[in-house]
């Protein structure tokens, strides 16, 4: 039997590129075993996988690639990414295998990379976890993607989180930071991004033990003020950096909606964020 799984969520973005890869593994001699899941039997597919298997393909977006990550964190499963989402900003910003070819001389060569992850009150995260006016986004996104495609979709999900954009008071507190703010954006990620013109976010560095801290400077976030802050993120941010877990308390709030790299769950508070140092183990090309 091969020790590949190949598990893809059907819905997906682009999951109908799924057959490109799997007729590529098979035209280059991989064996494998392939898994086609919804999003609701994604968890039990994974762990049905983790009995047979050492390496596990997971085919769709970061919120499928987050899940993955979440079951596979701190063990000896190596985890490859086959990149079916809309953005894939994981894939790109580790420059993991992108298209059929790649991934296939991955898997001849089976190069692997360690990474940190970071969770908070125990749910992992691959890029960020946020709160205030992205979940608000997304939520608006999601039930707009009802009736049009995802792209589509954006503008009025955008439009709508901008006019109820009620600001948080939050305090932001560990052994290093004690801070009291009022924001309508809220944002942790796992290590530091980077701002490249002209409004391009990515991380050159997996592997600092970093939770970065992005707090939008004022209380509202107007429609006619987000290409501005976009643009000129020093000026409206507060940008700090720790390698110690960091507690964030949300004033009148017992439970918060938080945007898990895209995936909206709803938490108690207060969060508790913690950086998770080489957590998980990834199939990558040549070193």
Known sequence: MSNIAVIFNQKAKNASLISQYLEHFSQHHIDYTSFETRPDK???????????????LIGGGDGTVRTAAELCCH????LGIIPLGTMNHFVKELSLPA??????????????????????????????ASIGFYPRFAY?????????????????????????????????????????????????????????????FRRENFNEGLLG??????????????????????????IKQSSHPIEVHIK???????????????????????????????LTGSQ
């Open 42 to 56: 994604l968890k039990t597919i994974i762990k049905h996988c983790q009995k047979d298997y050492s390496l596990l």
């Open 75 to 78: 063990s000896s499963f190596k």
């Open 99 to 128: 298209n059929p070819d790649e991934l296939t001389h991955a898997l001849k060569q089976m190069s692997t990379i360690t990474i940190d992850l970071s969770e908070v009150n125990q749910r992992i995260f691959v890029n960020n």
């Open 140 to 200: 608006h996104r999601n039930h707009y993607h009802k009736f049009y495609n995802k792209w589509l979709s954006y503008l009025p999900g955008f439009i709508q989180a901008c006019k109820f954009n009620q600001p948080l008071n939050i305090e932001i507190k560990n052994q290093d930071l004690n801070l009291s703010l009022a924001t309508s954006f809220f944002m942790i990620s796992n290590n530091m991004y980077s701002y490249q013109f002209p409004i391009a």
């Open 213 to 238: 801290i992005y707090v939008y400077k004022y209380k509202k976030l107007p429609l006619k003020n987000m290409i501005h802050a976009l643009f000129n993120p020093k000026k409206n941010f507060t």
């Open 252 to 282: 009148n709030k017992k439970n918060i909606d938080v945007a898990l790299d895209g995936e909206i769950i709803k938490m108690k508070t207060p969060l508790l964020f913690k950086p998770l140092p080489n957590a998980l183990t990834l």
